[in-house]
């Protein structure tokens, strides 16, 4: 199993910027994926940015440009740096890890998300 913390979450004012990490623990070995999703009220969960083995990232349409996927020391830290924050911003941002699965769907995680709230 995968446990994954999210931080870095808070209040800024648009303009601002914000750095976001996931830590990753457990049996991590196998993980093969991972991405940034966020979630406003009334609306679907909604990929951010996400990177794979190999380290190909991509990126919502709405964030091209004014954010950044990372990770470090394998994938026990996924970071998200968020710059030009804007109110539409405005979400719970969730962490997610896909392990590799010899047969069935491959296993899925996600943190318990972490608030970021944008003001004008």
């Known amino acids: 199993q995968v446990h994954l913390v999210e931080s870095g979450g808070g209040l800024v004012q648009a303009g601002g910027s914000l750095r976001l990490s996931c830590a990753a623990s457990?049996?991590?070995?196998?993980?093969?994926?991972m991405g940034w999703f966020r979630q406003a009220p009334g609306k679907q969960r909604e990929l951010v940015a996400d990177?794979?083995?190999?380290?190909?990232?991509n990126y919502a349409d709405l964030v091209k440009g004014r954010f950044t996927i990372s990770r470090d020391n394998g994938w026990r830290m996924v970071t998200l740096q968020m710059n030009n924050l804007k109110p539409e911003d405005t979400a719970v941002y969730y962490c997610?890890?896909?392990?590799?699965?010899?047969?069935?769907?491959?296993?899925?995680?996600w943190g318990q998300g972490t608030q970021v709230t944008v003001s004008s």
């Open positions: 990177i794979s083995s190999g380290d190909n990232a």
């Open positions: 997610k890890a896909v392990r590799y699965s010899r047969g069935g769907a491959p296993p899925e995680y």
């Open positions: 457990g049996s991590i070995f196998d993980i093969y994926y």
